[in-house]
């Protein structure tokens, strides 16, 4: 079940939205418990740029948990989407990364990546220096699970831990003979799917995923800023796509 202000940002309807801030909707109410977001979460997942900007002025909360059932929080769900400029915002917000926030930067990173959106990638992962805490969240098989709830997730982790205890014992008490598997077509032939893969990967790396046109008019002052001024996080790639979209919007340049 949505809120009326939830509603009207879903749809975009900033008349109607406006009219409930004015009666004093409530801009931080939580989420449905499955599949629920909150009107900042449906913005960012939708890529609604100038909504997500009234939505901080207005002091919405950037790090409010997801629902607890197939829940995304509000950059999660723009980098699933490939919400570059949203992302961007999220960040420049200052929505928490580290800490308590950094579950959901690596499972952003890990949403874009999984829908094919590599600069998105770029971008999340330019915000700041990858850590060890990362590379272990990262190969937490439990965080990409719907359920996120610490109850559901200490669950998984014993299950998790259960099975390679059994895989460890199974192992252990079997015989293998390895010099079957020497010099073997199998080894070589994965090493070579594995090279074609890198090789796909690193061209889908060098893309550029387009945004709208209407994002632009928003960034392009700020990406022309050249005075020295220490710019915002993901700067260098917003110039890179700036470069890459003028030709084709030559009224950015005027």
């Not at 202000?5 to 004093?24: K, P, S």
Request: proline residues 4%.
């Amino acid at each position: 079940m949505r809120t009326p202000l939830q509603a009207a940002v879903a749809l975009g309807d900033t008349t109607l939205f406006e009219r409930l801030i004015t009666l004093g909707a409530d801009i931080n109410e939580p989420p449905a418990v499955h599949g629920g977001v909150t009107a900042l979460q449906t913005a960012s997942i939708k890529g609604y740029y100038g909504l997500v900007k009234r939505l901080l002025d207005l002091q919405a909360d950037p790090n409010a948990p997801g629902a607890v059932i197939s829940g995304r929080t509000a950059l999660e769900g723009a980098a699933e989407h490939g919400r570059l400029d949203v992302v961007q915002l999220l960040l420049n917000s200052g929505v928490e990364t580290c800490g308590s926030g950094r579950r959901q930067y690596i499972r952003a990173i890990e949403f874009a990546r999984g829908k094919g959106y590599p600069i998105v990638v770029k971008l999340l992962r330019s915000h700041r220096p990858w850590t060890e805490a990362d590379q272990e969240l990262l190969e937490d098989e439990t965080l990409l699970r719907l359920d996120q709830t610490l109850v559901w997730l200490a669950k998984l982790h014993r299950m998790l831990e259960g099975h390679m205890d059994q895989a460890t014992d199974d192992y252990e008490t079997t015989e293998y003979e390895t010099s079957e598997y020497e010099d073997s077509e199998y080894e070589d032939g994965d090493n070579e799917t594995s090279d074609a893969e890198a090789s796909k990967d690193d061209a889908e790396e060098a893309s550029l995923n387009r945004l709208p046109a209407s994002t632009l008019e928003e960034t392009r002052e700020v990406l022309r800023i050249d005075d020295g001024t220490p710019g915002l996080p993901g700067d260098a790639i917003w110039a890179e796509a700036y470069e890459n979209w003028s030709s084709e919007f030559p009224w950015s340049m005027e």
